[in-house]
Nanobody, 124 residues
Framework: QVQLVESGGGLVQPGGSLRLSCAVSGRPFSNYNMGWFRQAPGKEREFVGSITWSGDSTYYSDSVKGRFTISRDDAKDTVYLQMNSLKPEDTAVYYC?????????????????WGQGTQVTVSS
């Protein structure tokens, strides 16, 4: 079993930055890909980005490319989502997820374990 706990959400003004963290426990962290998703009220959960088990490759949705950066620290069993130049449309609950079968996917169905989510609100 894998447990994921997100932190770092909050209220930020447009143009500001936040860094989300996702602490992972339960299985060797370095064995699987990690993804970030978000879900706004009334909308489906959408892919934000992902990072491979090795950290060599990252993938982003077009809506966040160039503003968000995913990284991982295997020594701390933690994956990060650095969010810069935030916009009101980035407001959502953000979830991290673990892909233990190394699918490198961008749909929720391709991820096996999920955190509880952390709220990010971008507003003046």
């Amino acid at each position: 079993q894998v447990q994921l706990v997100e932190s770092g959400g909050g209220l930020v003004q447009p143009g500001g930055s936040l860094r989300l963290s996702c602490a992972v426990s339960g299985r060797p962290f370095s064995n699987y890909n990690m993804g970030w998703f978000r879900q706004a009220p009334g909308k489906e959960r959408e892919f934000v980005g992902s990072i491979t088990w090795s950290g060599d490759s990252t993938y982003y949705s077009d809506s966040v490319k160039g503003r968000f950066t995913i990284s991982r620290d295997d020594a701390k069993d933690t994956v990060y989502l650095q969010m810069n130049s935030l916009k009101p449309e980035d407001t959502a609950v953000y979830y991290c997820a673990a892909d233990v079968d190394l699918r490198v996917g961008d749909t929720p169905e391709e991820y096996d374990y999920w955190g509880q989510g952390t709220q990010v609100t971008v507003s003046s």
